[in-house]
């Protein structure tokens, strides 16, 4: 299933999302959940919208909603090593957003790359 979304969306390598992070307005989404955020970092600016909550808070008729994520912004899904996003934009794609995309390799090619990671652990 993951290898058949990444056919069908677009796939960002690290340098591609820093570029964008500097260059322009986005939303960068860290779906991963709490324990993977507090144990290993995150991406600075990045915003935590787990996974399993992803429809509801990108669903703008929804209870739930959070006002960073629009179909008409541009939105950019990453969690560990890029299959849950992959996913994740497949099913936001289908929710009409057209504007988004996800970091091929995830969190782990981020910190790879050496990338600047917040050590800053979230409230267990």
């Known amino acids: 299933m993951v290898s058949e979304a990444k056919q069908r969306i677009e796939n960002l390598t690290v340098d591609q999302v820093a570029k964008e992070l500097a260059d322009r307005d986005i939303v960068l989404v860290d779906i991963r959940e709490s324990e993977e955020i507090a144990q290993h970092g995150r991406i600075p600016g990045a915003i935590h919208l787990p996974r399993g909550m992803l429809e509801f808070y990108a669903d703008p008729t929804s209870a739930y ?10 939105v950019i899904l990453h969690c560990a ?27 782990t090619a981020w910190k790879e790359a050496g990338r600047p990671v917040d050590e800053t652990r979230l409230g267990m």
Do not use: I, W
Not at 81 to 107: C, I, P
């Open 65 to 74: 909603h959070r006002e960073q994520l629009s179909p008409e912004k541009r």
């Open 81 to 107: 090593a890029g299959g849950r996003s992959a996913l994740a934009v497949r099913t936001l794609h289908e929710m009409g957003y057209t504007n988004v995309a996800h970091l091929d390799g995830g969190f």
